[in-house]
């Protein structure tokens, strides 16, 4: 099917947002199924994920089939009016699997094997694992394709798993002859020649194993490329065949946030809904911002509405202290995430386990059970997405700012013998979206081959390896009138991680008016640069620049005198990390200028003003009472209450305004 011919999120939530999580009900007797819905019914949930870890209860031995039990509970949900997101089983195959077919697991690095007793335990290149995943979602496919509680299909689960066994390797070397065509071509793009690494044979060349020492960077890149595309294509079996049997169902498989091993841009074009998980540290004073980047990355990638699909009604299990949401704190982060485009707030799970390695971790319905302050709190919620679901699904969000990110990038700049291992990718990414955010500037996420001209400002927080292309695009953004700031270490390398004349693209240095990038100066944990109009962190550089292109420059040092923050005409580079607050000055600053405004001026620090569709949230993140100025008189889906010109908003409190 074409892209305009396939289904999508809507088509599961028909004008409502879905609730509810993941329910696997085979860890329970089948009385309490009836208990389940019972409470679901009062809770308001419309939707349940169900069979992602039921392998071995559906093929208890090869080639068996037990669908009884799951017969039960599709008819179960659907006499309650709960719809079903029906999850395909292969992210936990059985244990006999593992124990007949050795070739199914996976090895590390140093070709340990990775056992059953777990999850993730697959080869993504074993053509045995395959065949039996692709068996089991055919059958699947095949009796619940007609069901009428079916809403959607939700293929294996947080995609993870690396392979450097025998037959990945065999794959591996196919994946390199398509890519290069030659060995010469591979020599060239991996730079054999450095340490004597040339390849005579494609037989020779192996996924990334552990070297004695430093492993060569473009081999650990393109394995790491390899990695996303296998995984890609056990997706696309598995897709394919519910596809067939049911083109009218929308298709999902979860991501995990700013997870490493995935080219998500590229799994989300595959997608019918893309879906996240998301778990930010409620002892985390950023966990709201955190939040806030996640969710405008998954939009972004949907280029609309998403679906979370899991998130924690209280702790987590796998943090060193796992601390509970505080009383509020859950509604307020998911009503975050529907400000920010989603049409589905769903968790990981229904009922908190009472054996297996998450049974600390919460579920819809804690430990407490309906008493409990997690079960009042989900109920509550519930009956709040139902007041508002039909004036916010489908939803859109305009943003005037884009962050520019990729995966590739990511992966070329965390190789082994970098300058400085301070440098994490994440973390810088972080920091650029939080000034933005502390702006209460909407952002969306863009990858730098992206068609750019619609926003007034694009970040480049960092991008250590471009292609030609997506340099030309950067050019040609600004050329066109918009606005872009760059961090350090962007366009360093091109796609095969090869540094660039100059130690960064030729075309970005006559863009931002470097003459010369003399030095790379990191520097340590808790050291810091001072600059005539703020201090910076992380790192720093030597540069000479044009003239007429300094912005600000280093003050004391081995680097004073020399520029800091470079400006020519509406193309900014920034060649430190400045703190924060003189991060978000800088920033709002140059947004302002490009025509990019807040959502609201004036805000109290801790709330948050998000636009989706004619809607308008407040979200406010502080325990302590605050007032938001608002000329006009405005309507609180919420509540049914009109307010004017001024609102308050108490602990962690959300409003949803209709002028």
């Known amino acids: 099917m074409t892209a305009p011919d396939r289904p999508s999120l809507a088509d599961a939530t028909r004008g409502r947002i879905l609730f509810g999580g993941d329910y696997n009900p085979e860890q329970w007797p089948e009385e309490t199924w009836h208990e389940d819905v019972r409470l679901m019914r009062d809770a308001g949930v419309n939707t349940v994920t169900l069979g992602v870890f039921s392998w071995s ?12 039990w799951l017969d039960t509970l599709m008819d ?17 195959p059985p244990p006999w699997l593992g124990r007949l077919y050795p070739d199914t697991l996976p090895r590390d690095e140093n070709g340990d094997v990775e056992w059953w007793g777990g999850r993730q335990h697959f080869s993504h290149s074993s053509t045995t694992y395959r ?26 689960n947080e995609y993870c798993t690396a392979d450097h066994g025998d037959e990945a390797a065999v794959a591996f070397r196919r994946w390199l002859r398509e890519k290069y065509g030659t060995l010469d071509a591979l020599n060239t793009a991996w730079g ?11 037989e020779a060349v192996l996924p990334a194993r552990r070297a004695h020492y430093l492993k060569n960077p473009t081999q650990v890149l393109d394995f790491r490329r390899f990695t ?59 966990g709201a911002q955190h939040g806030a980047l996640v969710q405008d990355l998954t939009r972004s990638q949907a280029r609309g509405p998403w679906m979370l699909m899991e998130q924690a009604a209280g702790p987590v299990n796998w943090r060193g202290v796992n601390h509970p949401k505080p009383r509020g704190l859950n509604r307020l982060w998911s009503l975050q995430a529907v400000a920010r485009g989603a049409d589905a707030v769903c968790y990981f799970q229904w009922r908190q386990s009472r054996q297996g390695a998450e049974k600390f971790h919460s579920g819809m319905v804690s430990h407490a059970g309906e008493r409990g302050r997690t079960f009042r709190e989900i109920k509550q919620l519930g009956a709040e997405l139902a007041r508002i679901g039909a004036e916010v699904t489908g939803g859109h969000i305009t943003a005037d700012v884009a962050i520019l990110h990729d995966w590739h990038a990511w992966w070329a700049g965390a190789q082994d013998g970098r300058p400085s291992t301070h440098v994490d990718h994440p973390a810088v990414l972080h920091a650029w979206h939080r000034a933005l955010w502390e702006s209460r500037l909407t952002t969306d996420f863009a990858h730098p081959g992206h068609d750019l001209g619609g926003y007034r400002l694009v970040v480049v927080p960092q991008l250590y390896a471009l292609t030609d292309a997506a340099i030309d695009n ?70 000479e620049a044009e003239p007429d292109a300094v912005d600000s420059r280093y003050k004391g040092g081995e680097l004073d005198g020399l520029p800091a923050v470079l400006r020519r005409d509406r193309a900014w580079y920034v060649s430190t990390l400045p703190e924060p607050e003189a991060l978000r000055a800088l920033l709002a600053g140059i947004a302002a200028d490009a025509g990019a405004r807040p959502v609201l001026e004036g805000l109290p620090p801790e709330v948050e ?17 605050v007032t938001v100025r608002l000329p006009g008189t405005h309507h609180d889906l919420l509540t049914g209450t009109s307010r004017t010109d001024e609102i308050t908003l108490g602990r962690y409190g959300v409003m949803v305004l209709r002028s």
Request: aromatic share 10%; glycine share 10%.
């Open 131 to 156: 065949r039996h995943a692709a068996a089991i979602t055919e059958d699947l496919a095949a009796r619940y394709g007609g069901h009428p509680a079916l809403t959607m299909w939700h293929i294996n």
């Open 57 to 68: 209860r559906l093929e208890p031995e090869p080639g068996a089939r037990e669908f009884g």
């Open 474 to 543: 950067l050019l040609a953004y600004v050329r066109g009138g918009g606005t872009l700031v760059a961090g350090f270490l962007t366009g360093v390398a091109d796609e095969d991680d090869r540094v660039r004349p100059g130690g960064m693209d030729p075309r970005l240095r006559e863009l931002f008016g470097i003459r010369t990038l003399h030095e790379w100066w990191p520097l340590e944990t808790g050291e810091h640069v001072e600059t005539d109009g703020f201090r910076g962190t992380l790192w720093s550089e030597e540069l």
């Open 228 to 286: 996303s595309d296998m995984l890609l294509e056990c997706y696309l079996a598995e897709r394919d065949i519910v596809a067939r049997h049911t083109p009218h169902i929308p298709v999902t498989t979860n991501f995990m946030p700013l997870f490493f091993g995935q080219d998500a841009w590229r799994w989300a074009e595959e997608e019918d809904v893309v879906s996240v998980d998301l778990y930010p540290d409620p002892r985390d004073p950023l």
């Open 192 to 202: 054999t020649d450095f340490w004597s690494q040339r390849y005579d044979s494609w």
């Open 76 to 92: 179960l949900m659907h006499a309650n009016g709960i719809g079903v997101v029906l999850a395909t089983p292969t992210s936990a």
């Open 609 to 625: 003003a998000v636009r989706r569709g004619e809607l308008l949230f407040l979200l406010h993140h502080g325990r302590e009472p």
